[in-house]
């Protein structure tokens, strides 16, 4: 999956000292997570359907 032309936003739940940024990038079919601090590092990739989930199980920790 090509992202060079992603638009990514910083995650609600990121924190203004920088020590939480979850970038958030998504696509009629698939979501892309990165750190924010490191923008050309690794990405995780999912369905839409298995980030929902995702956050679905997150929201009940």
Do not use: Q
Not at 2 to 12: H, I, N
Not at 43 to 50: A, G, I, Q, Y
């Amino acid at each position: 999956m090509d992202l060079s032309d992603a638009l990514w936003r910083k995650a609600s739940r990121s924190t203004a000292e920088g020590d939480n940024c979850v970038e958030v990038a998504d696509s009629p079919n698939m979501v892309a997570l990165r750190d924010s601090k490191d923008p050309s590092g690794p990405m995780l990739l999912m369905s839409r359907n298995e980030f929902l989930h995702l956050t679905e199980e997150l929201r009940k920790l």
